[in-house]
Every structure is written in C-alpha cells, then in structure tokens.
C-alpha cells in the first residue's frame, strides 16, 4: 500500500509527487501516455514558480521574454517592457513536464507511465485505482489529471467550468528581434484571446475561449492560421492541437474522504489569461502539505488544504474572472482603458511574472473600466 497515489503527471502531480517523496513518503504516479508527452499549451511560466523547488529549474528553460506587445484586432499595438525581477520564461512543456517527473523520481517516487485509470473507489479510508495495469491501493489519492481528466467526476465532485483552448505549434527560425517578445492579441476571437509565445526553434500560438459557450474547434483553427500569417510566420512545419481548459469560477470543495484535487482538475487556472502551470504548481506543493499533515494524524489536514488554496489561489482568481467578465463583455473600451495605456501594460506583465496579484490591481481596473463606460466618461 502507497501513502499517496497520484493520477497524472502534469506539472501539478508531479510537484505533488516530489514534494511527498522529499518528505519520506511513498508515492505512485500513474500517467496515461508515455513520458516525455506534449500537453497543448502555450508554455508561457512566471518565473515565480522557482520558489517552490529545490532544485534549479533553468535548465528547461527554453527561452525568456522581457517585451510584451498587445494588440486590438491585430491592430493599434501598444508594447511594454519587462521591469520585472527576472523575465518570463518560455518552456517545451514535453521537456518542462518530463524533467518534473524525473525529479519526483529521483525524490523516490514510482512512475508508472503508459497506465491510465480506469477506475477509482475508496471504502475504508483506503483509495483503490485501476490501472490498464494492475490495482493499486493507498491511503490517499491526488486527483491531477487535467482538464481531459475523469477523476473529479468520478470521486463525485462538482465539475469545473470548463472552455476551448487550440495551439499552433510552429518550428521555424525566430528572427533575434523577435526572441524576446510575446505577444497578446485581443478582439479578433469572441470571448476569447489569442497569444503567441517565441520558443527557440519557432512558435506557440495559442488560442482561448474565456467566456460563454466552449467554443469551436474549426473558428480556433482559423483564428490561428490567421494570427499566424499577420504575424509573417511560416506555417509549412505546423500542427495544431485543441485542448478543454478548466478555468477557476468560484470557491469550491477540493477535498473529499481522502482524495483531493489538485491543478486543471480543480479548476485551479487563471479565468483572465488561461494561465495554468504556476497554479497547478503550486496546488501541488500545498497538497502535498496536507497529505504530510494527513499521515501525521492531523484530521482537518485535507480540509485545510481546501481552504489554503481557495484563500490563497482562489480569492484572487474570483478577481480574475469578475475583471474578466468586464474586459470580454465590453472588449473595445477595456483593450483602451486596461491594456493600451502604459501602465495598464505593466501591471499586466508584472501579474504574468507573478510579481502582482489581482488583488492589488482590481478595484482600480474595475473603477476605470467602469468608469469609462459612463457616456461622457469613456
Ligand atoms: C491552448 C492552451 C494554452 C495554454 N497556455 C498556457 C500558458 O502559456 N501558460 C500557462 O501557465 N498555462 C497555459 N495553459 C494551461 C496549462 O496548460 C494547464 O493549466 C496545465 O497543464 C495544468 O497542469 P495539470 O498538471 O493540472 O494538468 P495537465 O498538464 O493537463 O496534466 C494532466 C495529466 O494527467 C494525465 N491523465 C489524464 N487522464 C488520465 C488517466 N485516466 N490516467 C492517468 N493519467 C491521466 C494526462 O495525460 C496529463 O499528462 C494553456 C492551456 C491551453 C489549453
């Protein structure tokens, strides 16, 4: 029997895994592909998220960005530097994920990849999983299986709000000028953006559906075969992949027995910006928290990993999604008001590194916003 079992190995699982291996305690990661696998995703990382490992994570560092440049309608651009810390890091999120994964195991944790859960029950305390591979059973069970993932159904949780996400992966050259320089287009996708993110040896455009109905895959496929020949990028090595996005609408129950949620199967994920990885990050660490404290015999362990993420995480990501709704109702004015003036820009760009919260920008983003609503006004 394991201490904790672990379904998925995406960034969230595998922090989860590497931070209950570090402290001693048994752990099986059970992944459904064969690792390195590619998960559709711009790869766009706050460097923020070095404070929760031990380890140097520079070397899966593709590429890094100080320039940020939006646009309305791939028009009327406006462009902001970078005067963060450190830049925002571009990663291969095959390289980025499997490096995770061969850190939990060198930490002691046991990969079983190429198994996917078919099944899971707890009855007894005990969480029992089935594999294409085997049974397996252990005293308690992180749910980390993505947006594509069935767990959360399964154990019977309330389901995330879940939207359409596409990526164009090009490999091309990048011109030096344009290295270091992502890019934020607003207007041309309904309740949605699109953004592309230079990575060392071409390009990821992304496409999101923030708001509203999901979306359809063939209009994402279109925007981003447009975005791309506007931006002059060369599409004879292209592929294109659509993925669900769970994206954070509301407090939530993220425990229950002895099972927890952790990243997109929580619907731990910036309801703005579609930003995952460093909150998918940093679930993990905090559930692996819990279930340390859990096998200590601490009873509200599991509770109180509910209530660390929806106060830490969660609470700013309601704020994310309120200046959301705003900002995709009225996209025109809220690209004028919240993007195109300099310091809007910056402030955008210091919450990508991870160096600003939603909470310190908020009520003043909603005021001008609001305020530039009122004829007269705008
Ligand atoms: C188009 C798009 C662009 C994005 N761009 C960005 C970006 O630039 N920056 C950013 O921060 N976030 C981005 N995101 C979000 C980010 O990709 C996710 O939030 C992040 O991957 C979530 O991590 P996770 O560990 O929760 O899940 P995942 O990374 O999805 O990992 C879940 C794992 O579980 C496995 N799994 C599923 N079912 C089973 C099963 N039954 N048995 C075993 N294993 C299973 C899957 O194979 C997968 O490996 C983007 C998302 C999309 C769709």
Same mark, same amino acid.
């Given at each position: 029997?394991?201490? $904790?079992?672990?379904?998925?190995? %995406?960034?969230?699982?595998?922090?989860?895994?590497?931070?209950?291996?570090?402290?001693?305690?048994?752990?099986?990661?059970?992944?459904?592909? &064969?690792?390195?696998? /590619?998960?559709? $995703?711009?790869?766009?990382?706050?460097?923020?998220?070095?404070?929760?490992?031990?380890? #140097?994570?520079?070397?899966?560092?593709?590429?890094?960005?100080?320039?940020?440049?939006?646009?309305?309608?791939?028009?009327?651009?406006?462009?902001?530097?970078?005067?963060?810390?450190?830049?925002?890091?571009?990663?291969?999120?095959?390289?980025? #994920?499997?490096? !995770?994964?061969?850190?939990?195991?060198?930490?002691?944790?046991?990969?079983?990849?190429?198994?996917?859960?078919?099944?899971?029950?707890?009855?007894? #305390?005990?969480?029992?999983?089935?594999?294409?591979? %085997?049974?397996?059973?252990?005293?308690?069970?992180?749910?980390? @299986?993505?947006?594509?993932?069935?767990?959360?159904?399964?154990?019977?949780?309330?389901?995330?709000?879940?939207? !359409?996400?596409?990526?164009?992966?090009?490999?091309?050259?990048?011109?030096?000028?344009?290295?270091?320089?992502?890019?934020?287009?607003?207007?041309?996708?309904?309740?949605?953006?699109?953004? $592309?993110?230079?990575?060392?040896?071409?390009?990821?455009? &992304?496409?999101? +559906?923030?708001?509203?109905?999901?979306?359809?895959?063939?209009?994402?496929?279109?925007? !981003?075969?447009?975005?791309?020949?506007?931006?002059?990028?060369?599409?004879?090595? &292209?592929?294109?992949?659509?993925?669900?996005?769970?994206?954070?609408?509301?407090?939530?129950?993220?425990?229950?027995?002895?099972?927890?949620?952790?990243?997109?199967?929580?619907?731990?994920?910036?309801?703005?910006?579609?930003?995952? +990885?460093?909150?998918?990050?940093?679930?993990?660490?905090?559930?692996?928290?819990? +279930?340390?404290?859990?096998?200590?015999? =601490?009873?509200?362990?599991?509770?109180? /990993?509910? #209530?660390?993420?929806?106060?830490? +995480? %969660?609470? =700013? !990501?309601?704020?994310?999604?309120?200046? &959301?709704?705003?900002?995709?109702?009225?996209?025109?004015?809220?690209?004028?008001?919240?993007?195109?003036?300099?310091?809007?820009?910056?402030?955008?760009?210091?919450?990508? $590194?991870?160096?600003?919260?939603?909470? @310190?920008?908020?009520?003043?983003?909603?005021?001008?916003?609001?305020?530039?609503?009122?004829?007269?006004?705008?």
């Amino acid at each position: 029997m394991f201490d $904790c079992i672990i379904v998925g190995a %995406g960034p969230a699982g595998s922090t989860a895994a590497y931070h209950l291996s570090n402290q001693g305690r048994s752990v099986l990661l059970l992944e459904k592909k &064969s690792f390195p696998r /590619y998960k559709p $995703c711009g790869g766009g990382v706050s460097p923020a998220i070095q404070q929760w490992f031990d380890f #140097d994570l520079t070397p899966v560092v593709d590429n890094k960005v100080n320039r940020v440049r939006f646009t309305w309608k791939k028009g009327d651009p406006v462009e902001t530097e970078l005067d963060t810390t450190e830049p925002f890091w571009m990663v291969q999120r095959d390289v980025f #994920d499997n490096f !995770l994964v061969e850190k939990a195991v060198e930490a002691g944790s046991e990969l079983q990849d190429n198994s996917e859960v078919t099944a899971v029950q707890i009855s007894n #305390d005990i969480a029992s999983v089935t594999t294409s591979k %085997g049974k397996f059973d252990a005293r308690y069970l992180i749910a980390a @299986d993505g947006a594509s993932g069935a767990m959360a159904n399964w154990l019977g949780f309330k389901e995330a709000k879940q939207f !359409l996400g596409a990526v164009l992966e090009v490999e091309t050259a990048v011109a030096p000028a344009e290295r270091n320089t992502a890019k934020f287009e607003f207007g041309s996708l309904k309740n949605g953006l699109l953004w $592309c993110f230079p990575k060392s040896n071409g390009y990821s455009l &992304s496409a999101g +559906i923030i708001r509203g109905g999901k979306g359809k895959v063939k209009d994402l496929e279109k925007q !981003l075969t447009n975005y791309a020949s506007e931006l002059g990028i060369n599409l004879s090595q &292209s592929q294109f992949y659509n993925y669900p996005m769970n994206l954070w609408s509301s407090e939530r129950q993220l425990h229950q027995n002895n099972a927890l949620l952790v990243g997109e199967t929580a619907g731990i994920a910036d309801p703005l910006i579609a930003e995952g +990885i460093r909150p998918a990050i940093l679930s993990g660490v905090k559930a692996a928290e819990a +279930i340390v404290k859990a096998l200590a015999g =601490d009873r509200n362990a599991l509770a109180g /990993y509910t #209530d660390t993420i929806n106060s830490e +995480i %969660g609470s =700013d !990501l309601v704020l994310a999604q309120r200046l &959301s709704g705003l900002f995709f109702q009225f996209p025109g004015i809220a690209y004028r008001v919240g993007v195109k003036r300099p310091y809007a820009g910056k402030m955008m760009s210091r919450i990508l $590194c991870g160096e600003l919260r939603y909470a @310190d920008i908020t009520d003043m983003a909603m005021q001008r916003l609001k305020s530039s609503l009122i004829p007269g006004r705008g």
